[in-house]
């Protein structure tokens, strides 16, 4: 998973919760916490994302993460790159498939 994946990820899971801890972030995502840290903070320096604690939390390590205006409209962006090379990907699996079915089907060993 490269930054881009990861900072979409991100602001897709923080937008659906934002109450997520970076360590729920990290196990959830399947990436370890110093990048999942790494990468907040890199939204925050952006301005894509704001913390603060919760205001009723008694330890104060809790945080809210929100996604700012300028946040929204990255993830749109991201969004819309992330499609474009996933449909690309699936018009190639899908001439590879197409490939392969006939390829099977030259042998007799393929039946749809």
Not at 29 to 34: A, F, I, T
Not at 79 to 104: G, H, P, Q
Request: charged letters at 35%; glycine letters at 4%.
């Amino acid at each position: 998973m490269n930054n881009k994946d990861i900072h979409l990820e991100l602001l897709r899971k923080l937008e659906e919760n934002p109450k997520y801890t970076q360590r729920e972030l990290s196990e959830e995502m399947g990436v370890s916490l110093g990048k999942v840290n790494y990468c907040i903070k890199k939204l925050v320096e952006k301005g894509w994302i704001k913390f603060s604690n919760f205001s009723n939390n008694p330890n104060k390590s809790g945080y809210l993460y929100l996604l700012t205006a300028k946040g929204i409209e990255e993830k749109a962006k991201l969004t819309v790159s992330f499609l474009k090379i996933k449909i690309e990907e699936y018009e190639m699996l899908k001439k590879e498939i197409r490939i392969l079915k006939n390829d099977a089907k030259q042998f007799n060993n393929f039946e749809e």
